[in-house]
């Protein structure tokens, strides 16, 4: 039976907290209402979850969140013998050559390359699997974060996952045929993905982040320190237009890399692009990156696309206005079988 009950949905960033407060847990339902706050303290977030939802002392929001654990990863691969990967000592292993990830100390979900369904030895593994997950310590913590801030997670999913899931849902409802690149820039490292139409075809890690521009900006501007160059970057006192080429020139190179052996593989051409995560005033990396690259910025539009995923607005509540980010919060709404949960054994608070 689908629960009724008024849900925050939440996507928690290193840059951001976006959320959304619906009528219920799944579709149809109404969304009623979206703020959005800087990441900040447990205090912070709960401040906003409890006027949102209107709780009393000691009431938990029932939430659905994305999480960002910073060594989260997203993979796929072609995996030569799947029969036997129904042998746990055989994937653990295969894991840990190919993406130097330990499977003990993590949470992952397999899923077929090709229907976004889930893939375990009892279904049995296909040659084309996506690998996704996030150290379980890291998810743990992120658990405590949100438990500390009010919030009773129904389901705690990887919010890469929900957004690529979201976009594949856009991509296929709009008909978009060329394939899109996704970027997801965080301040250590970057993930380049490639979908073509729901399916997603390319998906690899680059070394580059946000963090490896403020030494740029600091000799660009002559600024005392990296901390400095670190605090004017992420204000919005600075166009940083004009400096964008030299800023961005690590990350384009690998995107021209992955996008040209991608596009000399398939035969397909990237069409458009589309960031994830980073805040409003770090908007302009969007276009400079497609202008580069010759292509389109994805720019989608929300309501229709909800409408037919049973999701309505409520009035006053102007889903037109909101930039391409909530994307992963509209991600985590729809129903579809291309979104891994990320499930812990770590304790929920009970409302």
């Given amino acids: 039976m689908v629960k009724s009950r008024k849900t925050l949905y939440l996507e928690i960033s ?3 907290v976006l959320a959304a407060r619906t009528s219920g847990l799944e579709p149809p339902f109404v969304i009623e209402e979206v703020r959005e706050i800087p990441a900040g303290a447990a205090d912070d977030l709960a401040a906003m979850v409890s ?16 999480m960002h654990p910073a060594g989260r990863f997203v993979r796929r691969s072609t995996m030569d013998n799947p029969a036997k990967a129904k042998d746990p000592a055989f994937l653990a292993e295969y894991v840990q050559s190919q993406f130097q990830v330990e499977v003990a100390k ?8 090709e229907t976004g369904q889930f893939a375990t030895a009892e279904t049995g593994y ?12 890291e998810i743990k913590a992120r658990q405590q974060f949100a438990v500390q801030a009010g919030i009773y997670p129904e389901r705690l999913e990887l919010g890469s996952v929900a957004t690529i899931a979201g976009l594949g849902s856009y991509l296929a409802s709009e008909e978009i045929k060329s394939p899109t690149l996704l970027l997801e820039v965080t301040q250590e490292t970057s993930q380049v993905f490639i979908l073509r139409g729901s399916q997603l075809d390319l998906a690899r890690p680059i070394p580059q982040g946000l963090n490896s521009m403020f030494p740029i900006v600091q000799q660009e501007l002559g600024l005392k320190d990296e901390e400095s160059a670190r605090k004017l970057f992420y204000s919005n006192t600075f166009d940083f237009t004009e400096m964008g080429p030299t800023l961005l020139k690590k990350i384009l190179k690998e995107l021209q890399s992955s996008t040209g052996f991608y596009e000399v593989q398939t035969g397909q051409t990237i069409g458009q692009i589309h960031l994830s995560l980073l805040p409003k005033n770090l908007a302009w990396m969007s276009g400079l990156l497609a202008r580069s690259l010759g292509i ?11 409408r037919g995923l049973g999701i309505e607005a409520a009035p006053g509540c102007e889903l037109a206005a909101l930039d391409s980010r909530w994307l992963g919060v509209f991600g985590l709404m729809a129903k579809y079988d291309v979104k891994a949960d990320v499930k812990t054994e770590a304790a929920n608070a009970r409302a």
Avoid: R
């Avoid at 949102?52 to 939430?63: E, F, K, N, V, W």
């Avoid at 993590?106 to 390359?113: G, K, R, T």
């Fill in 14 to 16: 290193e840059y951001s």
């Fill in 51 to 66: 006027e949102m939802m209107s709780l009393t002392a000691g009431q938990y929001a029932h939430s659905v969140v994305g």
């Fill in 106 to 113: 993590n949470v992952i979900a397999v899923l077929n390359a």
């Fill in 126 to 137: 296909t040659k084309e699997l996506i690998f996704a997950g996030a150290p379980l310590e």
């Fill in 296 to 306: 389109d910025t994805l720019k989608p539009e929300f309501p229709e696309w909800l």
